[in-house]
């Protein structure tokens, strides 16, 4: 089992406010850049979809049982039949989205016993919880060529020292992806 944390995130390393929702002055980078720089599996996450489970934390989970259940293209089409595990203390109706379900129980104990791969993504509460723990396996973050300033990093100041391994780098567009993988895990 692998904790896999996938992310958007900017040059300067800001991770909020990627669509422009919650209203930032920065906010809405991600789609400055056209839709294709975020469309399809651009994390590479294939199989892990179908074998592995999604973490998400109820904002997450509320943002994407809007969206996903209503595209039919094959990446879609896995978000929507893959396991979810929603970390909330106050959803109790997840029927929005197919495969959601609650989960019970503390959180860094539930990834602990979970022995499918878990992939988090946005849910920077959860990400941060893991980190904590140093649970965290492998990052997949697409980078966009712009400088916000101001807003939650994925790596705050105050994170210790990881040591990570560069697994790839891959251009498409104006974004790039990079995985990085724990050093000796």
């Known amino acids: 089992m692998s904790v896999i944390v996938i992310a958007f995130t900017t040059l300067d390393g800001i991770v909020s406010d990627p669509d422009g929702r919650a ?6 980078w991600m789609f400055r850049y056209g839709p294709e720089a975020v469309a399809g599996d651009k994390f590479r996450l294939g199989p892990t979809l179908d074998e592995g489970v999604l973490l998400l934390g109820r904002t997450t989970w509320e943002l994407f049982s809007q969206l996903w259940p209503h595209r039919d293209d094959p990446f879609s089409a896995r978000m929507n039949a893959a396991r979810k595990l929603v970390a909330t203390r106050t959803l109790t109706d997840l029927s929005a989205w197919a495969n959601s379900q609650i989960l019970t129980g503390d959180l860094v104990d539930a ?20 980190m904590a723990e140093d649970l965290i396996d492998e990052y997949r973050l697409i ?43």
């Open 23 to 28: 209203g930032t002055p920065g906010g809405g």
């Open 111 to 130: 990834v602990k016993q979970e022995k499918r791969d878990v992939v988090v993504t946005g849910s920077l509460s959860i990400v941060r919880s893991l």
């Open 143 to 185: 980078t966009f060529p712009t400088i916000v300033g101001t807003g939650d990093r994925l790596f705050p100041a105050d994170t210790p020292p990881v040591h990570l391994e560069c697994e790839s780098v891959q251009q498409t567009g104006p974004v790039v992806l990079t995985r990085y993988r724990r050093a000796g895990r």
